[in-house]
């Protein structure tokens, strides 16, 4: 079990965990298969540490190297080259239950050694490693590091230290890997923060610039040269949590280059001055649109840019972002960049992918996800004819766990086939035998037919539907034969005339 697998496990009753996931241990043969067909050159997949030695420190799982050997076999017979992450927030939980992993120093020799056994094993054939994802963001979350100290500077002492010790853990993989790995080529990958100032104020511009470089420039910074930038350092001091450090680590540290940098881009922030008061010292933290884009007294605090719209997962659009980050990152290191997440350009690259489906003679489908289920499906409706697709699949109620589910009702993808013409199809949730579950509506709540009613005013005129059940209860056919009655129940009764 990993630190993820712990925090998961936690909000089981209302989202998915990591039980299952996207199941590629399972199906890892059909999806690189899939892979190949859509002419991918590159797949970049994490190692899981708790796979390769289950209690962080310890005996070496054969098995799990057997499982990354025919993976990695698999994507070079199919011209594929494997992109390995080593850490991808999951922590062994074994180290958290010994010393609070990245609390102590030991953790990071721990991740050397793990990183080494990787590099042994599966360095004749990949040839491009991430050590940690994000560690500047992760840095960030609580849950993540295993943070749960209640008193504010004791935490913040702590986050340093911790921060330090993943410093070292890089230094430490990127000279195993140098070492180990004949024209092996690794570095970081960092979240990649772009901010605007939200006036022309000074000390916005200040604002903005201060806000980069303590989310993800201080950490570029770090790997690159091998020692705080000054401004970092000063903070660290100002706030008395500068690290506990080794004299032999500055070496180390400066000893260690990487070979590139890959980002993950997903949105741009816009901040203003801040100002420190008696109340609020100069660097306490305080949480802003979220604990990741936190506001700091007498630096900055993040406000909504009412130039960009933004997506359904909440980052603000913005392509022009992502061209001021990459020339900013290469004139700042000159090292190659690597893109290796982005949400941020999703519509527009849903749109090239509608066009190129149709031109084809594709029917394609979208799905999202929002609680907010009228805005979800007057938004999903636009977003369709937007782009250009087919159908829309809405799940407007997602925060259940149940025994089994079937999909039941009309298949938009069969309807096409028939001649029909463009579909937009809804999900609708039923959680309990023989009781519809009530579905989010604004402020208040409507009951199962209601929203079915409020889809079919708005244009729904076909559905994907998705009975969560549980044995005991009305039997699928007969729960499908119900539903079906209501629908044709609310096409008479809505219908003109």
């Given at each position: 079990?990993?630190?993820a697998d712990y925090?998961?496990f936690?909000?089981s009753?209302?989202?998915?965990d990591?039980r299952?996931a996207s199941?590629f241990?399972h199906h890892w043969?059909?999806?690189?298969a899939?892979m190949?067909?859509?002419?991918?050159?590159a797949y970049?997949f994490?190692?899981a540490?708790?796979?390769i030695i289950p209690d962080?420190?310890g005996?070496?799982n054969?098995?799990?190297?057997a499982?990354?050997n025919?993976?990695i076999d698999?994507?070079l017979?199919?011209?594929?080259i494997?992109?390995?992450?080593?850490?991808h927030?999951?922590?062994?939980?074994?180290?958290?239950e010994k010393?609070?992993?990245w609390a102590d120093?030991?953790c990071?020799?721990?991740?050397e050694?793990?990183a080494?056994?990787?590099f042994?094993a599966f360095?004749d054939?990949?040839?491009y490693?991430?050590?940690?994802?994000?560690?500047?963001?992760?840095?960030r979350?609580d849950?993540?590091?295993?943070?749960?100290?209640?008193?504010?500077?004791?935490?913040?002492?702590?986050r340093?230290?911790?921060?330090y010790?993943?410093f070292?853990?890089?230094?430490?993989?990127v000279?195993?890997?140098?070492e180990l790995?004949e024209?092996g080529?690794?570095?970081?990958?960092?979240?990649?923060?772009?901010?605007?100032?939200m006036?022309?104020?000074?000390?916005?511009v200040?604002a903005a610039r201060m806000?980069?470089?303590?989310?993800?420039d201080y950490?570029?910074?770090?790997?690159y040269n091998?020692e705080?930038?000054g401004?970092?350092?000063a903070?660290l001091?100002e706030?008395?949590m500068v690290?506990?450090?080794e004299?032999?680590?500055a070496?180390?540290?400066k000893?260690?280059?990487?070979?590139?940098?890959a980002?993950?881009?997903?949105r741009?922030?816009?901040?203003?001055a801040?100002?420190?008061?008696?109340?609020?010292?100069?660097?306490?933290r305080v949480?802003?649109f979220n604990?990741?884009?936190?506001?700091m007294?007498?630096?900055?605090?993040i406000?909504?840019n009412?130039n960009?719209?933004?997506?359904?997962?909440g980052a603000?659009i913005?392509?022009?972002?992502?061209?001021?980050?990459?020339?900013?990152?290469w004139?700042r290191?000159h090292?190659?960049l690597?893109i290796?997440?982005?949400e941020?350009?999703f519509?527009?690259?849903?749109?090239?992918?509608?066009?190129r489906a149709?031109?084809?003679g594709v029917?394609?489908?979208?799905?999202?996800?929002?609680?907010d289920?009228?805005?979800?499906?007057?938004?999903?409706l636009?977003?369709?004819r937007?782009i250009g697709?087919?159908w829309?699949?809405?799940y407007?109620?997602?925060?259940?766990t149940?025994n089994g589910c079937?999909?039941l009702?009309?298949?938009?993808?069969e309807?096409l086939r028939?001649g029909?013409?463009?579909?937009?199809?809804?999900h609708?949730?039923?959680?309990a035998p023989?009781?519809?579950r009530?579905?989010p509506?604004g402020s208040?709540?409507?009951?199962?037919?209601?929203?079915v009613?409020?889809?079919?005013?708005i244009?729904v005129r076909?559905?994907?539907?998705?009975?969560?059940y549980k044995?005991g209860g009305e039997?699928?056919?007969?729960?499908c034969?119900r539903?079906?009655?209501l629908?044709?129940r609310?096409?008479?009764?809505?219908a003109?005339?």
């Amino acid at each position: 079990m990993t630190v993820a697998d712990y925090n998961s496990f936690k909000r089981s009753d209302r989202q998915a965990d990591s039980r299952v996931a996207s199941d590629f241990y399972h199906h890892w043969e059909s999806d690189i298969a899939l892979m190949k067909e859509l002419g991918l050159k590159a797949y970049r997949f994490s190692v899981a540490w708790a796979r390769i030695i289950p209690d962080g420190d310890g005996a070496v799982n054969p098995e799990g190297l057997a499982f990354y050997n025919k993976v990695i076999d698999r994507l070079l017979e199919n011209d594929i080259i494997p992109f390995v992450t080593l850490y991808h927030f999951d922590l062994p939980w074994a180290l958290v239950e010994k010393y609070n992993g990245w609390a102590d120093r030991r953790c990071a020799f721990a991740f050397e050694r793990y990183a080494r056994v990787c590099f042994a094993a599966f360095g004749d054939r990949v040839k491009y490693w991430q050590v940690h994802n994000e560690q500047n963001l992760m840095m960030r979350v609580d849950e993540r590091m295993n943070i749960t100290e209640p008193d504010p500077v004791k935490k913040e002492k702590l986050r340093a230290q911790m921060d330090y010790h993943m410093f070292l853990a890089h230094a430490l993989s990127v000279k195993a890997c140098h070492e180990l790995v004949e024209g092996g080529r690794i570095g970081c990958a960092v979240s990649s923060t772009v901010t605007y100032p939200m006036s022309n104020k000074p000390e916005d511009v200040w604002a903005a610039r201060m806000n980069n470089q303590f989310k993800t420039d201080y950490c570029l910074d770090m790997h690159y040269n091998g020692e705080y930038p000054g401004y970092y350092m000063a903070y660290l001091r100002e706030q008395d949590m500068v690290p506990a450090m080794e004299p032999e680590d500055a070496a180390l540290l400066k000893s260690a280059k990487m070979d590139f940098i890959a980002l993950n881009y997903y949105r741009t922030l816009t901040a203003r001055a801040f100002p420190a008061d008696e109340k609020h010292p100069k660097g306490t933290r305080v949480e802003g649109f979220n604990e990741v884009d936190y506001d700091m007294y007498g630096y900055w605090k993040i406000e909504k840019n009412t130039n960009l719209a933004a997506s359904e997962y909440g980052a603000q659009i913005d392509p022009v972002g992502l061209r001021i980050v990459l020339n900013e990152y290469w004139n700042r290191y000159h090292l190659p960049l690597i893109i290796t997440e982005t949400e941020a350009l999703f519509e527009a690259g849903a749109r090239q992918l509608a066009e190129r489906a149709a031109a084809a003679g594709v029917q394609l489908g979208f799905e999202t996800m929002e609680n907010d289920f009228m805005n979800t499906v007057e938004k999903g409706l636009a977003w369709v004819r937007r782009i250009g697709s087919n159908w829309l699949k809405l799940y407007p109620d997602i925060g259940n766990t149940t025994n089994g589910c079937l999909p039941l009702g009309l298949d938009p993808a069969e309807d096409l086939r028939r001649g029909g013409d463009a579909v937009t199809a809804l999900h609708l949730k039923e959680t309990a035998p023989g009781v519809f579950r009530e579905l989010p509506y604004g402020s208040g709540h409507v009951d199962f037919e209601a929203a079915v009613r409020a889809a079919w005013q708005i244009g729904v005129r076909r559905y994907v539907t998705e009975f969560w059940y549980k044995p005991g209860g009305e039997s699928p056919r007969e729960v499908c034969a119900r539903f079906r009655g209501l629908l044709n129940r609310v096409a008479r009764e809505e219908a003109p005339g």
